[in-house]
């Protein structure tokens, strides 16, 4: 378990079968991992300022949700609704960056 709970990825999804459901939990593993890549660590300060090592987590339903930093769930949200609306990687329609959103909610946390 993640970050973000199958339970979360589906309401954000508007899902409400279980046909997807082992999909969308792929798609939680892929953007947790996106999200760590991005920030180039494993280690994040929460919003009370606790430094929180995600690496050691083997199980994040032992864990207060409400130390994880925000703006990394939801931008777990986003890419995991992105990704489940949208399957293939080229699209006719015109491609315009939504501002202000990925790349913003994780600047914080990326260690360089």
């Known amino acids: ?3 973000v709970t199958l339970e979360e990825a589906k309401k954000q999804c508007n899902v409400d079968i279980v046909d997807d ?35 050691k987590i083997a199980d994040f339903s032992t864990i207060d949700k409400s130390i994880i930093p925000l703006a990394v769930k939801q931008t777990m949200l986003l890419l995991i609704s992105q990704y489940y609306d949208k399957r293939e990687s080229v699209t006719v329609l015109s491609i315009n960056k939504i501002p202000y959103t990925l790349e913003f909610l994780l600047q914080p946390y990326i260690t360089y």
């Open 1 to 3: 378990m993640y970050i």
């Open 21 to 55: 459901d082992d999909y969308i939990s792929s798609l939680i593993d892929i953007t947790y991992t996106a999200c760590k890549n991005h920030c180039n660590n494993t280690t994040w300060i929460d919003q009370s300022g606790v430094t929180i090592d995600y690496s």
